[in-house]
């Protein structure tokens, strides 16, 4: 079945680059994503990439996708204190699956 | 567009009674989507309509639960009777055919004491 997969907790110092990683099974998936929850809130789209490139960039974050090893990562570049978040994997077919969620903890 | 909203922000509710969590999606939107957050299990997908229709609601977890559509602008969540287990954060969402990505709302955190 669909399962992705993450690691919980990442701390870098502010101004370094953060790389959050996943894994994926479904490898029919058209998009797959990565959003950002802050405290209280909901989840907000951060980026996305279609299952037929390698690599999207969108200011200071880039995403890397390996189809044939199932595994996509977020790079943020010159981390902020305001990064600091719960960060989701997440691929889709015809739903959603999220990943269990990256804490990112940014530190001076 | 004032994006998805969801009512209330916040609910207490005694063990027992019946709960209604309400969702406006984005005008436009064909699907929609009801979400279950919680520490213990991450983000659980409960249900998902299209153009109205529920098509997937294998992620309900029980007969308490229900959920409606009656019309693209509107959606509840209904829990009776609630238990404390039901403790969570829901989250509704939708999303466009013609797009890519869900919009969430900012969800409705729900305590049953």
């Known amino acids: 079945g669909e399962d992705v997969e993450q690691s919980l907790f990442l701390s870098v110092r502010e101004g370094d680059s953060s790389v959050i990683n996943c894994t994926y099974t479904?490898?029919?998936?058209?998009?797959l994503y990565w959003y950002k929850q802050e405290p209280g809130a909901g989840l907000q789209l951060l980026t996305y990439?279609?299952?037929?490139?390698d690599m999207k960039q969108d200011q200071r974050l880039t995403v890397l996708l390996n189809k044939k090893d199932k595994h996509l990562s977020l790079r943020i570049a010159d981390t902020q204190t305001g990064d600091s978040a719960i960060y989701f994997c997440?691929?889709?077919?015809?739903?959603?699956?999220f990943g269990a969620g990256t804490r990112l903890a940014v530190h001076p | 567009d004032a994006g998805v909203i969801q009512s209330p922000r916040h609910e207490v509710t005694e063990m027992g009674q019946e709960v209604t969590l309400r969702c406006k999606p984005i005008?436009?939107?064909?699907?929609l989507f009801w979400y279950r957050q919680t520490m213990m299990r991450g983000l659980e997908l409960l249900i998902y309509?299209?153009?109205?229709?529920?098509?997937?609601d294998s992620g309900m977890p029980e007969d308490r639960f229900s959920a409606k559509m009656p019309n693209a602008s509107f959606s509840t969540l209904k829990i009776q009777p609630s238990e404390p287990r039901d403790s969570a954060v829901y989250f509704c969402?939708?999303?466009?055919?013609?797009?890519?990505?869900?919009?969430f709302g900012s969800g409705t955190r729900l305590t049953v004491v």
């Open positions: 969402a939708s999303s466009s055919s013609q797009g890519y990505g869900y919009t």
């Open positions: 479904d490898s029919s998936s058209t998009y």
């Open positions: 990439i279609f299952s037929n490139m």
């Open positions: 997440a691929e889709t077919e015809d739903k959603l699956i």
């Open positions: 005008s436009g939107h064909d699907y």
């Open positions: 309509f299209n153009n109205n229709v529920p098509i997937d």
